[in-house]
């Protein structure tokens, strides 16, 4: 049997806008609920530990209850709430890019930390790209893949391109649902055409041609809401 949905995303940190008793920063977080395996995964940390646990908190979920935390590139921006969301939970696993890891390693030498080079199954319908991008900076998006076989893209900054982390999607499925997150340069809108959910937020330069083109299917993402797919 099918259940109703099989992911919910909640905004935990983006720097546009908030709902009452949220708060906004620099940065991008999100925290999604595995349906299918029931778990709590955290993507990206923002770049302010206070405000990112006072945003989860907000949502009645605790760190103790998340159980992974994947780190899209190591920018401040994203890795910010990292520190202190791993003092209140020690057992959780950190999936960094295989690029960054020394560093991780460096900061946190008792953690779980995983690395991530190719694209890999983080958990039950839950993917990592793999990492991409030149030289030092390297970075992850995730591919979530609902029961009915819709993709949704949750992106960091996209600093790669956006385009990069859509074409590699297409090997876990061709029904891009969704995009969410930060799309930084990215400007060969054509890529966006025929995705009903276009949630551009943080570091998306072209957001309001986004906007403009896209009327439809764009989405205001805002620090408090949450989407089930
Ligand atoms: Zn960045
Ligand atoms: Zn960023």
């Known amino acids: 049997m099918k259940s109703d949905f099989s992911f ?3 905004i935990v940190y983006d720097d546009i806008c908030a709902q009452p008793g949220f708060l906004t920063g620099f940065g991008f977080s999100a925290l999604i609920y595995n349906n299918l395996s029931k778990t ?3 993507f990206d940390t923002g770049s302010k530990d206070d405000i990112l646990i006072h945003n989860i908190n907000k949502f009645n979920i605790t760190v103790p209850e998340i159980k992974k935390v994947i780190i899209s590139h190591n920018h401040y921006d994203h890795t910010g ?3 202190e969301i791993y003092q209140i939970n020690h057992d959780i696993e950190i999936y960094v ?3 960054a890891v020394k560093s991780f390693i460096r900061d946190y030498p008792e953690a779980q930390v995983q690395t991530i080079s190719d694209l890999f199954e983080i958990e039950k319908n839950i993917f990592s790209s793999g990492q991409f991008g030149d030289g030092f900076l390297k970075e992850q998006s995730l591919f979530l893949k609902t029961e009915n076989n819709d993709l949704i893209i949750i992106s960091g900054c996209a600093h790669p391109g956006l385009e990069t982390f859509i074409l590699k999607s297409k ?10 997150g930060g799309f930084h340069g990215f400007r060969n809108l054509n890529f966006l055409e025929g995705i009903e959910f276009i949630g551009a937020c943080h570091c998306t330069q072209k957001i309001r041609e986004i906007k403009q083109r896209f009327s439809e299917q764009f989405i205001d993402i805002c620090v408090g809401n949450s989407y089930l797919f």
């Open 8 to 10: 919910e995303i909640k």
């Open 40 to 42: 709590h995964l955290l």
């Open 81 to 83: 709430g990292l520190k």
């Open 97 to 99: 890019p295989l690029h």
């Open 171 to 180: 090997i876990i499925s061709n029904e891009i649902k969704a995009i969410i």
